[in-house]
């Protein structure tokens, strides 16, 4: 069965990915990507949908991101 062709700005079915461009690195145009949020640089907004090998560095610079800010509020006094 394949995918569904994406619907720009209604995302998938969490977690399940749909075909289309992926947004982040490598350029892929039909490729199964799967929404990651919206992401705003001033003025111009988009969503997110990136394949999975873009996705994974991105998802490990977000948890260390978010684990660095734990670690601070902890020793915060
Ligand atoms: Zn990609």
């Keep these: 069965m394949t ?9 998938a079915e969490p977690g399940r990915p749909v075909t289309g461009m992926c947004r982040l690195w490598c350029g892929g145009t039909a490729v199964p990507v799967w929404w990651a949020g919206h992401v705003r640089f001033g003025a111009a907004a988009a969503g997110l949908w990136a394949c999975r090998p873009c996705l994974e560095p991105l998802a490990r610079m977000v948890r260390a991101a978010a684990d660095a800010e734990e670690r601070a509020r902890r020793l915060a006094p």
């Design 3 to 11: 995918a569904p062709a994406m619907t720009l700005g209604v995302p």
